[in-house]
């Protein structure tokens, strides 16, 4: 079995800066892009950053100049760092990577448990 477990989040001022980490479980075959969502509440889910396995990073605008994607291939991790933060960042952030699991050839979505992220203005 393969998951994604978050670590990181919490309540910040806004200004204040932030770390996300995730990290895969289980015994993977491939891992190829990872990344992260963010939902609000009475939003949709959104992308905020992605990471391919060669290393190219990309995010949306909202978010450029004050986060980073990351990620480290020999802990199969990938990470947000936040700084900046504003009020308009709170929401919840999920990790997500697209995984080939050392039991299956099939390319899969895998998702973690989702962090709370709060900035209060």
């Known amino acids: 079995q393969v998951h994604l477990v978050e670590s990181g989040g919490g309540f910040v001022q806004a200004g204040g800066s932030l770390m996300l980490s995730c990290a895969a479980s289980?015994?993977?075959?491939?891992?190829?892009?990872m990344g992260w969502y963010r939902q609000a509440p009475g939003n949709q889910r959104e992308l905020v950053a992605v990471?391919?396995?060669?290393?190219?990073?990309n995010c949306i605008d909202s978010v450029k100049g004050r986060f980073t994607v990351s990620r480290d291939n020999g802990n199969a991790g990938v990470y947000l760092q936040m700084n900046s933060l504003e009020p308009e960042d709170t929401a919840v952030y999920y990790c997500?990577?697209?995984?080939?699991?050392?039991?299956?050839?099939?390319?899969?979505?895998?998702w973690g448990q989702g962090t709370q992220v709060t900035v209060s203005s």
């Open positions: 997500y990577a697209n995984i080939v699991p050392a039991f299956s050839r099939r390319l899969q979505e895998y």
């Open positions: 289980g015994r993977t075959s491939a891992i190829n892009d």
């Open positions: 990471v391919t396995s060669s290393g190219n990073t």
